[in-house]
């Protein structure tokens, strides 16, 4: 059984696809993390994003590893400072490139493969990683509670942020997402739509659940 969860930044899909696979006792993938990483590793070493060779050149000798919400890159546990708007941007500017997404693409179609049963999350899970997946969800919520709800994740984890900054960064992610040649974001027709701005964690997870039993 293949669920996957696509969306815009903040849209929940994290919150809620973590909480339907444990409550499910499927494997959880966060495909963003995997972006995320990558884009953490680049900018340490100062590579240049506007070059998808250099990039390649890189991720090509990187591991990057997920247990269930936690990311190892090259075994360093990143699972916590990856989650800052900048690399979140680095992760949309890396994810436009082609060779980026197929790199990306064939290491979640494997991570899916072993697991079997999933609940994956990101931009791509229901149109390419898994066309055929047994539900495909696609979240939604307005920019401005997507950045309230950003703030206070970003809060609970220490980091000092400021809202007009995290609603502007997010404004700039969802245009690159939903323009991009590649992939853009964008349900098929087969997705079920969820707008999560006035809906509760616990109301989304039982309208997955009544789906998921249809
Ligand atoms: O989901 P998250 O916000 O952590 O993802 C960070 C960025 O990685 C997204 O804004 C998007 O550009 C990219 N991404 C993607 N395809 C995915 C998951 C994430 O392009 N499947």
Not at 115 to 118: L, T
């Given at each position: 059984m293949i669920i996957a969860i696509d969306g815009p930044a903040g849209s929940g899909k994290s919150t809620i696809a973590k909480l339907l696979a444990k409550e499910l006792g499927y494997t959880y993938i966060d495909t963003g993390a995997m972006y995320r990483a990558a884009a953490l590793k680049l900018l340490r070493l100062n590579i240049n994003l506007e070059n998808?060779?250099?990039i390649m050149n890189v991720l090509e000798n990187t591991q990057?590893?997920?247990k269930d919400s936690q990311v190892f890159l090259d075994g360093e546990d990143v699972s916590d400072i990856i989650r800052t708007e900048e690399i979140g941007n680095v992760a949309s500017i890396i994810a436009r490139y082609p060779k980026v997404r197929k790199w990306m693409v064939s290491k979640q179609r494997e991570?899916?493969?072993i697991?079997?049963?999933?609940v994956i999350e990101g931009r791509d899970a229901g149109s390419r990683i898994f066309p055929d997946a047994d539900l495909k969800i696609?979240?939604?919520?307005?920019?401005?509670i997507r950045a309230q709800?950003?703030?206070q994740q970003l809060k609970?984890?220490?980091f000092v942020v400021d809202y007009n900054h995290i609603l502007q960064k997010i404004l700039e992610r969802d245009k690159l997402d939903y323009e991009r040649k590649e992939s853009p974001l964008r349900p098929t027709e087969d997705y079920i739509i969820i707008d999560t701005t006035d809906k509760s964690i616990e109301e989304v997870i039982d309208y997955i659940k009544s789906l998921i039993n249809k």
């Open positions: 998808e060779e250099e990057i590893l997920l991570l899916g493969e697991a079997k049963n999933v696609f979240m939604t919520a307005s920019a401005e709800r950003r703030v609970e984890k220490g």
